[in-house]
Every structure is written in C-alpha cells, then in structure tokens.
T-cell receptor, first 113, second 112 residues
Framework: NAGVTQTPKFRVLKTGQSMTLLCAQD?????MYWYRQDPGMGLRLIHY???????AKGEVPDGYNVSRLKKQNFLLGLESAAPSQTSVYFC????????????FGDGTRLSIL | GDSVTQMEGPVTLSEEAFLTINCTYT??????LFWYVQYPGEGLQLLLK?????DKGSNKGFEATYRKETTSFHLEKGSVQVSDSAVYFC???????????FGTGTRLTIIP
C-alpha cells in the first residue's frame, strides 16, 4: 500500500554540490510530477512526465533536470545546488493528466547552505 | 492561462465552528475543480472534487459546489474539529491539460 514514495526525506547540501531525489510509484500511473513548496507560494511545478521516457518543463524548471527511464520512477536532479533551491519537494503521480486527481508523496525537505 | 485565487490565511476557529474557505478561478471551458488537504509533515491528499457545473463534492463532512456562474468552488464544513487543522489547497485542471493549477493554500487552525 505504498503509493508514492520519496527518498530521501531530509537532506542538507552545501552550495555547488549535486544530488538526486528519487520518486517511486506502485500504481502504474502514466503521469508523474515534481513540485516545490515554499512559504506563501503554494506548489510550483518544476518538471513533469506523461509517460516512460518523456519529460517536460513546468513553471520553474531552471537549475533542475529530470529523467523517467522506468515508468515507476521519476528522478529529480540538482547539478549545482544553490541556496534558492532550499525548499520542500513533492512528487506526485496520476493515472492521466488533467481531470485525474494526483497522488502525492510525503515530501523531501532540502536545505542548501 | 488558468489561475486560482483562494482565501488568504491563516484562519483560526474554535472547535464546532462553521468553516468557509473561498476559492475562485479563471479558466477557459469547463475545468475540473479539486480541494486538497495537507496535514503537518505530510504530502497533499485529495479531499474532494467536482467535474461539472452544480456538482457537489463531499468528503469527511466537507463540501464544495461547482458554481460556473461565479467561477467559484468554496469549501465548507458545518462543525470543524481539532483534527481538521491543516493547509487546504484549491486546484483546477482543464481537459487536455496535463497539469493542475494550485492556489497558494489556506492554513486552518482549530482550537479546542
């Protein structure tokens, strides 16, 4: 009954370091999303995928890259972390886009010093 | 493009009070409308949804009605509990659009 699982849950990085956040879903969903949540700004879409092997830019894609090599996994990469990327990151998945509700993971809290 | 405006928070109510959180939207066509809830330390969960005009979504005592004429989807609950303390997000999506558009969220605190 896992749903959407994000790893790690917490991470502290130094400016310039790189890391990858992993999202895994076991619901056979086609669509997957990465959001960041900052105080007073709601959720902002970083990148999303409409199926295995596809990726697309969202509202705030700069400084991030993504890959969807397997249908169940969606990876978010920070090549050179910056303090402005300190945030809580959420992954979500849905059967299809639009009318279908999204299922969210519990988030990754990332601090960049 | 699509946009969502929801009531600024934070909102603090006493237990058993009546709750309304306002949400209005701007979109073309007939979007689907959603309310999500985020409990402390967790991700968002779908609370309720409505897909066409005059539809009422309901769950856990919460209700919201799709009002096409006023482009609104206000969230209501007749008697709130301490366990309802959370952040509530209104969201919309149009058919053919792969993404949801979220409001900025309303933090609700219920005091005993």
């Amino acid at each position: 009954n896992a749903g959407v699982t994000q790893t790690p849950k917490f991470r502290v990085l130094k400016t310039g370091q790189s890391m990858t956040l992993l999202c895994a879903q076991d619901m056979n969903h086609e669509y997957m999303y990465w959001y960041r949540q900052d105080p007073g700004m709601g959720l902002r879409l970083i990148h999303y995928s409409v199926g295995e092997g596809t990726t697309a830019k969202g509202e705030v894609p700069d400084g991030y890259n993504v890959s969807r090599l397997k249908k169940q996994n969606f990876l978010l990469g920070l090549e050179s972390a910056a303090p402005s990327q300190t945030s809580v990151y959420f992954c979500a998945s849905s059967m299809q886009g639009g009318y279908q509700p999204q299922h969210f993971g519990d988030g990754t809290r990332l601090s960049i010093l | 493009g699509d946009s969502v405006t929801q009531m600024e928070g934070p909102v603090t109510l006493s237990e058993e009070a009546f709750l309304t959180i306002n949400c209005t939207y701007t979109a073309t066509g007939y979007p689907s409308l959603f309310w999500y809830v985020q409990y402390p330390g967790e991700g968002l969960q779908l609370l309720l949804k409505a897909t066409k005009a005059d539809d009422k979504g309901s769950n856990k005592g919460f209700e919201a009605t799709y009002r096409k004429e006023t482009t609104s989807f206000h969230l209501e609950k007749g008697s709130v509990q301490v366990s309802d303390s959370a952040v509530y997000f209104c969201a919309i999506s149009n058919f053919g659009n792969e993404k949801l558009t979220f409001g900025t969220g309303t933090r609700l605190t219920i005091i005993p």
